[in-house]
């Protein structure tokens, strides 16, 4: 029994070494890029990623080139990060940062081809956009999800734009592939995120992202609110103090400062 016990073990660890191993990849990994990560053997490498896939916590990437988190993983993370015992500093820097900006703000998370929202503080106004804890919005027209996108690896920013629903949330959206990846384009320039009424009429939002120790894009912080209270030049302004509260979530999450600039990206 005790040697069962060992081996279901070990088995588990394999499992999750091999899911580390695909979350730390800069690119959706292939079997070569896990079993170099992971230190593991082929054939173990490829039982474990058929286990992981059919049971949702690894999915194939939108262009088929590699395994990238998969829904239940994204569940897991939502459940741990939204937890009462974890959520608390971050969800006491979100609440100095809407008093300080005066709007509602959010910690949100990319999610397959959605951002997850997984922390909010409304703002203290009679009108507000009631779009609560656990709300999946897209990527085309968001000012988070444009954000990760535009700091995709060239290749798989194509993928996943070329895969995505470029549906018409208002008369804003960029529906068309070329003119949504200028406006990424712009975004990757300057590093803040926006929404120009282009996911709900009479909203404007921006965005800045958190980076993980690899430089990759892990979460953003956005601040929105209706455009009779708040223009684009207005929510510009809330930049610098919004930059301040990401690196203030990053090391309450543990997350050290990139000793360097964050990974390049092709444009």
Known sequence: MAGDRKEKGSRSLRALTVIESVIAADRPAAIADIMAASGLP??????????????????????????????????????????????????????????????????????????????????????????????????????SGKLYLSLLPEQERRAVINNLPLDPHTENTRTKPADLEAELARIRASGVGIDDEEFLLGMTAVAVPIFDATGKVCATIAVHAPTARMNLTKARSHVPAMRRAAAEVAAAFGIEPVARAPRRVAT
């Open 42 to 143: 082929k054939a173990t490498v490829h039982r474990l990623c058929t286990l992981l896939e059919r049971r949702g916590y690894l999915r194939r990437d939108p262009g088929g080139r590699g395994l990238i988190a998969g829904h239940r993983l994204g569940q897991m993370a939502f459940a741990v990060v939204s937890g009462a015992g974890h959520r608390t500093p971050t969800h006491a820097i979100l609440r100095r940062l809407a008093r300080d900006v005066g709007e509602t703000c959010n910690l949100n998370v990319p999610d397959g081809t959605e951002m997850l929202y997984i922390d909010r503080v409304e703002a203290e106004w009679p009108l507000r956009l009631q779009l609560p804890v656990g709300t999946r919005v897209p990527l085309h027209c968001t000012a």
